[in-house]
């Protein structure tokens, strides 16, 4: 699996507090191009709502409507 994590930036590389993180899964015969395509739809419907959560200061409500506070991880699911 892989996927991607939203997190805080300090003056040390990749090593801010973890705001969001979710999974997608890989199979043996994805393509990097289909790895990538994956990835990026995570990115496109969950970056906006990570940034606007934190920004907010409030829970974050999730694409199905369910609310996480932060820190948030989501498995590993079948991107369509």
Not at 28 to 35: L, R, T
Not at 40 to 47: D, P, S
Request: net charge negative; with cysteine.
């Amino acid at each position: 699996e892989t996927g991607i994590t939203i997190h805080l930036v300090n003056e040390r590389y990749d090593e801010g507090a973890i705001l969001f993180q979710a999974c997608c899964p890989v199979f043996p015969e994805d393509s990097p191009a289909e790895i990538a395509k994956n990835v990026q739809a995570l990115e496109h419907v969950y970056f906006p709502l990570v940034v606007d959560a934190f920004i907010q200061k409030r829970p974050m409500q999730l694409p199905g409507g369910e609310i996480a506070d932060f820190p948030v991880y989501i498995p590993a699911q079948v991107i369509l």
